[in-house]
């Protein structure tokens, strides 16, 4: 049986990614045996390795700070990384910042981006980051260093295979578990709000942030309740990182039509999701991500209105209604406004949305695609090192503990063997 070794994220940690792979694992748990290894068990992988070394390591990798501990493996134990933001740069940067490593930042970034102005380091060390960072990936160091990368849309690998030829790069499709939308479910929820049947309630569900198009959506639905229409707004979803979200529903006077939840626990999604009559799963800036949230709206048979981005262009109109990020604001009050007033609309965007997902995003979809891939990225060979790769990539900081050692004639680098192999793994593939 195929030994695999599986970094990511789990619960409890609050991650939609923690979740995807808590549900994925038992699909590939059937015939793969895998360890997992999630930041408090991860220091394990070493010893474990090195007694019995695994035939694949895959390591799930996102633009959040619970990826973090991910990134000290990635180099010196090539695997298969599963890239699900295209663009780290927003974690990178505040892990190393924050770790006040800036040296490592400036080599890191250097190394990712020789084209970039070299003086845009000292701006993100001066704590001036921010949506800038989406200018620039920090994604080449993971790609030079892997085995195999695997992302969640097919135009997002063309633009990688691209910019990285010599690294194999495959496109897998993103999954989500089903969800029961009930009408009992929907009953209770909205009574429990206090909504009336006749309201129009519209949802944005994930982690509630700025790039989601609140302020355009809260400017959107106040122009319907001025217009006489009874909408309302839920917003799903951890907003601890919107400091502004608070004012800004004031500001639009719609305060009393708004709810913000906070957190929800994974299994309370499906609540939500039945309240709901509409979901608004925009986006902008982007990373290129493929969105789960709004797959769990499609599994649970709402329809959906999405940002019209060049890696979504795939998805067919009558999956979901586009909004024009040019013309955002009179695109987003007109689908709004169509939406609250059609309801065969919103029927025939729940059926059809429903059977995009059930074709192309279940659980099951997701783990043949990735049984193909592990056979695939377990049947190549490591690659060659990087050349002038950043140091802190490849140095295991044991350093003063073998001088130490050295003093009383004694050698601990356990890693001796592990380093010949991999040496001569890639002597054989060159």
Not at 17 to 36: S, V
Request: aromatic share 8%; hydrophobic share 45%.
């Amino acid at each position: 049986m195929t030994t695999i070794a599986w970094f990511s994220p789990l619960p409890p940690v609050r991650s939609g990614i923690a979740d995807a792979n808590a549900e994925l694992l038992p699909h590939l748990e059937r015939e793969l045996a895998i360890d997992r290894y999630d930041e408090p068990r991860a220091h394990d992988f070493i010893w474990r390795n090195q007694r019995a070394p695994y035939d694949l390591i895959v390591y799930q990798l996102g633009n959040a700070s619970c990826h973090d501990f991910v990134w000290a493996y990635l180099a010196r134990f090539p695997g298969l990384v599963v890239v699900h933001d295209p663009t780290l740069h927003h974690a990178r940067a505040r892990q190393l910042l924050a770790e006040r490593r800036f040296d490592d930042y400036r080599r890191e970034f250097w190394f990712d981006h020789p084209a970039a102005h070299r003086d845009f380091v000292e701006y993100a060390v001066e704590g001036l980051g921010g949506p800038i960072y989406y200018f620039w990936s920090m994604l080449p160091a993971v790609m030079k260093t892997a085995r195999m990368v695997a992302v969640h849309n097919e135009r997002v690998a063309a633009d990688l295979r691209e910019e990285c030829p010599q690294t194999p790069i495959a496109a897998i499709h993103l999954g989500t578990a089903p969800i029961e939308a009930s009408a009992a479910t929907r009953a209770a929820t909205r009574a429990t709000r206090g909504y009336p049947d006749r309201s129009i309630v519209f949802a944005a569900f994930g982690k509630i942030t700025s790039e989601k198009r609140i302020s355009p959506i809260l400017r959107a639905l106040a122009a319907l309740v001025r217009e006489g229409t009874d909408a309302r707004l839920l917003l799903v979803g951890d907003a601890s990182d919107y400091p502004s979200l608070q004012s800004e529903v004031t500001t639009t006077g719609i305060a009393d039509r708004v709810h913000v939840t906070g957190f929800v626990e994974h299994e309370a999604i499906g609540r939500y999701l039945a309240a709901a009559d509409v979901c608004l799963c925009l986006r902008w800036p982007t990373a290129h991500e493929t969105s789960a949230s709004w797959l769990q709206c499609l599994s649970a048979a709402r329809p959906t209105v999405i940002s019209d981005l060049a890696h979504t262009i795939d998805v067919p109109e009558r999956v979901a209604i586009r909004i024009d990020l040019l013309n955002e604001d009179e695109a987003l009050r007109t689908t709004m406004r169509r939406l609250a007033e059609d309801g065969r609309l919103r029927n025939e965007l729940s059926r059809a949305g429903h059977a995009y997902w059930a074709a192309h995003h279940t659980m099951e979809v997701m783990a043949n695609d990735y049984r193909r891939i592990i056979r695939d990225a377990a049947a190549r060979p490591l690659p060659a090192p990087a050349v002038d790769l950043p140091p802190h990539f490849t140095n295991d900081y044991t350093e003063p503990a073998r001088a130490i050692a050295r003093q009383f004639g004694l050698s601990v680098d356990i890693l001796e063997a592990e380093q010949a192999e991999r040496a001569g793994k890639a002597g054989r593939a060159g």
